[in-house]
């Protein structure tokens, strides 16, 4: 019995030891949490002793942290020593990718589009497809970013993925036959511009890769010499980036001294404000910024910012709320842990991120519109979908981009810009068609 009661305390004082490691004021915190440790050890005690099977204690432990840390939220994360060694030496590695922009949706990870040029979109993986396994590994209740480190890898190595595509006939989903990728080092096209009528530009961007801020540059000195004066930022379907290239983008569109996103944690040294020091060079060409459900992280920054600072009105549909701040600390052992220390806020004080485990929080957090446009998936997919067959060429011209989907975003968004359609009474239409689908909802809800 003494020796039991060695055992046990020995436990508690690993525990108590791998959570001072963890942080520094655990062991100020550790008398409040003494009797739920206590617990955690007996329960430990008890599956070591009885389980049907011999239990490893690290991995029971490395489980159990696992388990606390995913109670936080869908980004912070324990990392084993193994995981943590792939995550440092993937900023060195030669890794590559299959090319394709997912999003969790409905517990399932889902494709919003394959891009251009790469193994995904040759393959003729669609937007709406939902991987279930990679390399037989299932998906089913993984973290998106987890997922993508399945499909990351060297360059030239293998990788099979399972995929399931929706039915219009039926609307369920069926399996497709498994894919066979060879992984490729994948450098998107990230800017496409094109006039349209009215002499308004277009300026498409695909994300905030470390050169989207010298492309767009580029793009919008080439649509003033064709005569541009107003101008349409596309940001659907923009998963983000570097929080530089959002920055940098906005400053081009503000005045000096503005705001652009602040940071804010429980910690006042997680405080931070990002501003303008200048005036930015197309501080007075009208201006839209168009939004979707996928327009996430760095999207959301610029779009908030051009939106709070009265630079620019928003149309399209509310985005993801994907806003937060982690920081990866090394933990004993080689361990690690990537947490989130703070959040990102747009220059009037309205979070991003957005709380997808509480479910009375869905109408709070990300960008909503100006102009709220609802448009279904499948219609946004083909507007999208038109830009795969347009691929630059090093040393040749640009194709010419002709599309013949309807896009209504777009649409409208143009018709304010040429003064067709006043934004107020654009405005005043989005709300009435708002009310008129959450009334609908509520019929549906209470039948």
């Not at 009885?50 to 324990?78: C, H, P, R, W």
């Not at 940098?248 to 996103?261: A, E």
């Not at 448009?375 to 830009?387: L, S």
């Not at 067959?389 to 090093?394: E, G, R, S």
Request: proline content about 4%; glycine content about 8%.
């Amino acid at each position: 019995m003494k020796s039991k009661k060695l055992n046990r305390f020995a436990v508690l004082a690993a525990v108590l030891f791998f959570m001072g490691t963890l942080f520094p004021y655990a062991y100020a915190a550790a008398d409040s949490s003494l009797k739920q440790l206590r617990t955690f050890v007996d329960v430990l005690e008890f599956v070591k002793e009885n389980y049907v099977e011999k239990t490893d204690t690290d991995k029971l432990i490395s489980g159990a942290i696992k388990g606390m840390v995913n109670e936080l939220d869908d980004f912070s994360q324990y990392l084993d020593p193994k995981d943590y060694k792939d995550l440092k030496n993937d900023t060195r590695g030669d890794f590559g990718g299959l090319g394709i922009r997912l999003q969790k949706i409905d517990g399932f990870i889902t494709v919003v589009t394959p891009m251009p040029g790469t193994p995904a979109f040759k393959a003729g993986v669609m937007p709406g497809d939902r991987i279930l396994f990679v390399d037989d590994k299932d998906l089913d209740g993984m973290k998106l970013d987890e997922a993508v480190e399945l499909m990351r890898g060297p360059v030239g190595s293998k990788v099979k993925i399972t995929m399931s595509r929706k039915d219009e006939k039926s609307g369920d989903y069926k399996k497709l036959p498994d894919f066979n990728f060879k992984r490729e080092r994948i450098v998107p096209e990230v800017v496409y511009h094109r006039m349209l009528p009215g002499k308004v530009g277009y300026l498409y961007m695909v994300d905030f890769s470390g050169h989207s801020t010298e492309e767009v540059k580029k793009a919008l000195v080439d649509l003033q010499k064709q005569g541009m004066t107003s101008l349409v930022l596309d940001l659907r379907f923009n998963p983000g980036g570097l929080l530089t290239g959002a920055v940098d983008i906005s400053k081009l569109f503000l005045g000096p001294d503005q705001m652009i996103v602040y940071t804010q944690g429980r910690k006042q040294e997680y405080y931070q404000e990002f501003k303008t020091s200048s005036k930015g060079e197309y501080l007075d060409i009208p201006m839209a910024v168009l939004v979707n459900q996928g327009s996430a992280s760095a999207s959301e920054i610029v779009s908030g910012a051009l939106q709070d600072n009265g630079r620019a009105f928003v149309a399209g549909q509310r985005t993801f709320g994907k806003a937060s701040v982690q920081q990866v600390l090394p933990l004993s052992g080689g361990a690690g842990l990537r947490l989130t220390i703070a959040k990102y806020y747009t220059p009037s004080g309205r979070l991003i991120q957005r709380d997808y485990r509480d479910k009375s929080k869905a109408d709070e957090g990300g960008i909503l519109p100006d102009v709220e446009i609802i448009v279904p998936a499948e219609e946004e997919a083909k507007v999208f979908m038109q830009y795969n067959d347009i691929v630059y060429t090093p040393g040749k011209a640009a194709p010419v981009m002709e599309f013949k989907a309807k896009d209504p975003v777009l649409d409208r968004a143009v018709e304010i810009l040429t003064g067709k359609v006043t934004l107020e009474s654009a405005k005043e239409t989005s709300q009435k068609e708002a009310e008129e689908r959450k009334a609908k909802q509520e019929a549906k809800d209470n039948k």
